[in-house]
């Protein structure tokens, strides 16, 4: 029975992504890791513009992850994309094969902070596209029943015609612990591009919104939100969400 | 630009919640205290544990049951898995005075509380 519930959930999550397929996966991680829980999991963004080749961009992740033991969750993810040219949003296709691992660094409340690291590695499955490793460091802090977890993230492209700048970028999300079912909070998201660069506010992505967390049934977690631009290099608009099925 | 100045209002507020809650709830030196939960046939013993309010408290769920079970807590903001036949600990706290839920989440018949006073 639980298998074919399952499939279900799979079978709805991927159908999600059919209608058609932004430049980064928007899910700010949380520093833990939870022993011998499998999930599946649906990650997209849409964004919305004025511009032409910037509305409609989308990016969705499918992603299969385990918890190992109780510092260390790793996930196989697909990823699919419709990209910007000069004038048009290509169609959606398979982009990237990735392998995501999250270290829980102490257990939960030992610390003042509860420290995590993420590392990723993004294959290729596109000729003339490049590979990438991205690293994040993992902090959250609960205060009374608001949740605040900071992601720090850096990003080296790999591979022939590879950027060799590393990018860094900050997201953070607040969430107040409402109800198990429903946390309403906010994100903001900021990809400061190579840091080397140092490039002014505009040319850098800024993006903040509200996003609600929580649990649609006892297997279904969501997170879902809309993100508004605010500089000139973010889309106008972004939707994103995670759907995940765990048990 | 207004709508910059409000993000930098927002993050700058956020930034500081963690110094001010610090500041509030925490103890210069929190004094720490180990307490002990059993899980046998599925059933947290006792069923209800009282700790001192304001203080950062171990606690130590030792799973005495041959099979894996989850020690959840909403109120708590706690989800940690125990092995069969093996023992976590699940720091928490400092609390406030009151009473706290939790509940296995791999047989959810099985609840407890805390009461921190």
Same mark, same amino acid.
């Not at chain 1, 959606?92 to 939960?108: C, D, G, R």
């Not at chain 1, 492209?157 to 969430?175: K, L, M, Y």
């Not at chain 2, 500041?23 to 209800?48: C, D, E, L, R």
């Given at each position: ?72 969750? &790793? ?120 840091? &080397? ?51 | ?117």
């Amino acid at each position: 029975m639980k298998l074919r519930i399952a499939f279900i959930i799979i079978a709805f999550i991927f159908s999600l992504g059919l209608p058609g397929p932004v430049f980064a996966e928007k899910q700010v991680f949380q520093p833990y890791a939870e022993q011998g829980e499998l999930e599946f999991e649906n990650t997209g963004v849409y964004d919305i513009d004025p511009h032409k080749n910037k509305n409609a961009v989308q990016e969705y992740k499918y992603a299969i992850g385990y918890g190992v033991n109780s510092f260390w969750h &790793t996930e196989l993810e697909i990823e699919a994309e419709a990209l910007p040219t000069d004038d048009a949003i290509t169609p959606v296709k398979a982009t990237h094969m990735e392998w995501e691992n999250i270290f829980q660094l102490a257990p939960k409340g030992e610390y003042w902070l509860d420290p995590g690291v993420y590392l990723a590695y993004e294959a290729p499955l596109i000729n003339k596209q490049v590979g990438q490793f991205e690293g994040k460091i993992l902090l959250e802090k609960s205060i009374g029943k608001i949740t605040n977890i900071l992601n720090i993230s850096f990003n080296q492209e790999v591979g022939e015609g590879a950027d060799r700048h590393t990018d860094a970028g900050v997201s953070w999300s607040s969430r107040y612990r409402l109800s198990r079912y429903f946390e309403p909070g906010v994100e903001y998201w900021n990809d400061f591009s190579a840091i &080397t660069h140092q490039l002014d506010y505009n040319q850098q992505s800024h993006q903040v919104g509200p996003a609600f967390y929580g649990r649609l049934t006892r297997h279904i977690n969501y997170d879902i939100g809309y993100l508004f631009g605010i500089s000139d290099a973010s889309p106008r608009g972004e939707l994103k969400w995670v759907i995940e099925y765990e048990f | 630009m207004i709508v910059r100045l409000i993000v930098y209002l927002v993050l700058g507020f956020c930034v500081w919640l963690p110094v001010l809650s610090l500041a509030q709830t925490q103890p210069a030196n929190p004094a720490q205290a180990s307490n002990i939960i059993v899980i046998k046939g599925h059933q947290f013993i006792p069923p209800q544990l009282t700790i001192p309010a304001g203080q950062k408290i171990q606690i130590t769920v030792d799973n005495q049951d041959p099979t894996a079970e989850e020690f959840e807590s909403f109120d708590l903001d706690r989800e940690q898995v125990v092995e069969g036949n093996k023992k976590i600990t699940v720091f928490i706290g400092p609390l406030k005075p009151g009473t706290y839920k939790y509940w296995a989440d791999f047989h959810q018949d099985s609840k407890g509380v805390i009461v921190a006073q």
